[in-house]
Every structure is written in C-alpha cells, then in structure tokens.
C-alpha cells in the first residue's frame, strides 16, 4: 500500500505544475486559469525505491460567488483525511493570506506531517534563502519548509527526500498500483450522471456532484477493491459538442478525457436515458471505438423512463440503432441516483476484463476462417479474387488479428466485420472490441 502525499493551497499556487512535477507527466490541467482542478486528483511516482501516490487538490479559497466553495473545501478535506504526508503549497511572491492562514488551521487539527512548501523561488541563488519563511511563512506555525520552482523543476529531488523522512513507519491508507488494477473510465456528455455513477459505485461523495453541466474538468482517478479485484476509476470531464468548446478549460478537459480513454481498459459510456441518444452521444462512442476500449453501455436515469413488457428491448435496440459503432458493447440500464441495479456493473466489467484478455489458437482460428469463406466468399477488387491464406491472433487487449490475404489496399471492411462476426459466434466476446491487421502475402504462382 502506497503512502499518500496531498497537495493543498489556494488558488494558483502552482499545485497542479507541482502534481505534474512529481508523478513525472502532465496529467493535471495547468494553465494560468485559476481554479481548474476542483476535485482530487490522483497519481504515482516512485523516489529513492519509496513508491507514492499523490493527490493534488482544488485551490481553498473565499470567494462566495464560486458556486463549487463548499464542495471544494470539502474535497479538500477528504484529501487530509487520506493523506500521510501533506505539502502546503504557497507562493513566495506574496506573504501568507488570510485563506492560508485558515488552510494552517486545518492542517494543525489534523495532526499530519506539513511541508510548508514555498513555490515559484525561481533564483537557483534564493533556493536556500531561509528568509523567505521566516519574513512571510513562520506564522502559519510549522517547522518544514522548502523553497522550489515548479516551473523550473528547482528542489523537486531535495522535496522528495523530505517527503520519505517524514513519512509513518506504516502507511493506514489503501493507494493501489495501476499495474494489477482493471483502468475503467466513465465518458460521457456534460450531465449524462457520470460523477454520480462514481459516486454510486464507491458508496461516498468521491467527486463533485452538481446539476450544473461541465463540473468534472479533470479525470479524476479513484483506486478501490472489491471481492479480491483492484480497480481504477477513472471520472472524466464531460465532452461538449464542437460548437460548445469555447475557451481553454474546456478544450482541455476534453483531451484529459481522451486521454483517459487511451489509457483504460474499458469505458463506461454513460447515456441520459430520459433524453434519448444524441449526436454527442454518437461522438463519444466513436471516440471509444477508436481507441479500442472494451465498453459497457451504461443506460442511466432508467427510473424516470416509463417502461411495459418490452420496453427494454426496444430501447436496446434503439440504442444499437443509434450507436452501431459501439455494437459489440454490453447495455446495463441503471439509475446512479436510486442505485437500482447498480450492483450489476462490477461482476461485468470483471467479466469483460477476462474476456478481453482472450487468446485463441491458431488451429481454431483457421477453421473459423474456412467455414467463413465457406458460407461467403470475399469475392472480387477489379477482376482480381480476393484471397485469404491465414488467420491468427497477434495480440490481446484488446484481441488483435492479422489476416493473410492477396489484397491488401482495397480489402472490403465489410469482410472483417463479417470475420469478427463470425469469431463471436464461436467465443462470448461481449463488451470486448477486435482489431484486425492486413497482411499481404502473394498468391502462389
């Protein structure tokens, strides 16, 4: 189990270039915006053999008209609460405000180690200037401190080591590795119930839960266990329609979403049953299907739809109707709000995971390619027939297959559909999505 170090401090600090800093990639949205991250983000890093996992956090502050002030001090806390270690954030440009000094008050009750770390000291020569402190910084009340640069990486290795002295012997928190867990990303449009999916799922107020469109801006990643399996949930920003991506908070939010697609296992697609299938939907089902995600339809807010016998096969197959790019994903209706059915989503997705780990040998394979072409031919490109000499799988997660064939450059797509349709006869490939790859291989002379 990972020790947990939070980041904490008010708005544009720095907090995010630090998280980025420290887990060595850009994962949080920065960006001279104030107030981007809102919720708890989640990360890894390893120092000196000392695996970590950081949270960074949205900025603590005062302003009453911030609609998000309540829900974010309280995030804000949770990340405490978890926490072993936690950097204060400032900025050495201004001494300590009036919200710091209420952050300092928290951090002193919760009685966990406090770096107090002073950001944007961008002199080499001032690195080991104690007098920013003591002139700005000693009355928040702690003894650790350290001046860095995020921009510059300045301190970063000289904050780490401070980060491993000070932590407990034993970590009490329960941060996972990415590496055994099953990655699922909730997509979806803005309001669709992805954050009360999440919400549902881990039985708390994980994230931020608002009626106001857009209120997840990063991907936030949740690590938890069930019945023996690790998991990584991963709740990502709403993506808009085209025409609605108006300024850089959004813009970057929807690339932190496609990011989060690329690099999950499966995607939870998440539709506002009540207002029917869109053309954002559609997109955002492109978008998956692109990236070869194993995917599970999740149809919400199924509470307020109005139902008779056969209400959710016609629906089904509107939905498959809608979003044939997705034909091969399993369809879950749901509500987050009730939690009705909840309970069916992680006993598929650990269904799904197995079967997107599937291997098939190659005698199979050659004869599922020998019945194929049996019932149907791939029949002809300009006079020349078109000619299949072998099947094989090349890969998994998702399962890849390369096709021997004559043609190459004008092979019909609608063949290996009809190929994939037919290796799903054989195998219950539910959920999980297939690749193909051509191969040319010259008919025999």
């Not at 690195?127 to 350290?146: K, P, R, T």
């Not at 739809?305 to 749901?334: M, Q, W």
């Not at 791939?378 to 997660?397: C, F, N, P, T, W």
Request: proline share 4%.
């Amino acid at each position: 189990m990972n020790p947990v170090v939070a980041i904490v401090g008010r708005p544009n600090v720095g907090k995010s270039s630090l998280f980025n800093r420290l887990i060595g990639r850009r994962k949080a949205l920065v960006h001279e915006i104030a107030g981007l991250t809102r919720d708890r983000l989640y990360g890894e890093t390893t120092w000196n053999k000392q695996p970590l996992t950081i949270i960074d956090t949205g900025g603590y502050h005062y302003d009453e008209n911030d609609q998000f002030l309540k829900e974010i001090k309280s995030q804000v806390h949770l990340a405490i609460d978890h926490a072993d270690v936690i950097i204060f954030l400032v900025d050495s440009r201004i001494a300590a405000t009036n919200e710091e000094q209420a952050i300092a008050k928290i951090l002193h009750k919760s009685k966990k180690p406090v770096i107090v770390t002073i950001n944007k000291v961008d002199n080499p020569a001032h690195l080991n200037d104690d007098s920013i402190f003591y002139s700005n910084y000693q009355c928040l009340g702690f003894h650790d401190f350290i001046n860095i640069s995020c921009s510059h990486g300045l301190n970063i290795n000289n904050l780490l080591d401070k980060i491993c002295h000070l932590l407990p012997k034993e970590s009490k928190t329960t941060a996972i590795s990415e590496s055994d867990a099953v990655k699922v990303a909730v997509i979806g449009k803005p309001n669709a119930g992805k954050s009360s999916l999440v919400n549902a799922l881990l039985n708390e107020e994980r994230v931020i839960v608002s009626p106001i469109p857009g209120t997840t801006r990063d991907s936030i990643d949740t690590f938890f266990e069930q019945a023996g399996q690790k998991f990584i949930l991963i709740d990502t920003a709403g993506i808009k329609k085209a025409k609605e991506e108006k300024n850089i908070a959004e813009l970057l939010s929807i690339l932190s979403a496609i990011r989060s697609m690329e690099r999950a296992d499966i995607a939870l697609v998440v539709i506002d049953g009540e207002n029917g299938i869109t053309k954002q939907d559609q997109r955002i089902a492109d978008m998956a299907e692109q990236r070869k995600c194993a995917c599970i339809i999740i149809l919400n807010k199924w509470d307020l739809i109005g139902k008779d016998t056969n209400t959710l096969d016609e629906y089904s197959k509107y939905l498959r109707e809608k979003l044939r790019f997705l034909h091969y994903a399993v369809i879950l209706p749901l509500s987050a709000k009730t939690k009705d059915k909840i309970n069916t989503i992680i006993p598929e997705i650990v269904a799904i995971k197995d079967r997107y780990k599937i291997k098939i040998d190659k005698s199979a394979l050659h004869d599922i390619l020998f019945e194929a072409q049996s019932r149907r031919p791939a029949g002809h490109i300009k006079r020349r027939v078109i000619r299949l000499y072998g099947l094989e799988q090349i890969d998994s997660s998702p399962p890849v297959f390369r096709v021997l064939t004559n043609e190459t450059e004008e092979f019909p797509k609608n063949y290996l559909r009809y190929l994939e349709n037919r290796i799903r006869e054989r195998y219950e490939l539910d959920g999980v999505p297939m690749k193909f790859v051509l191969k040319r291989k010259p008919a025999c002379s």
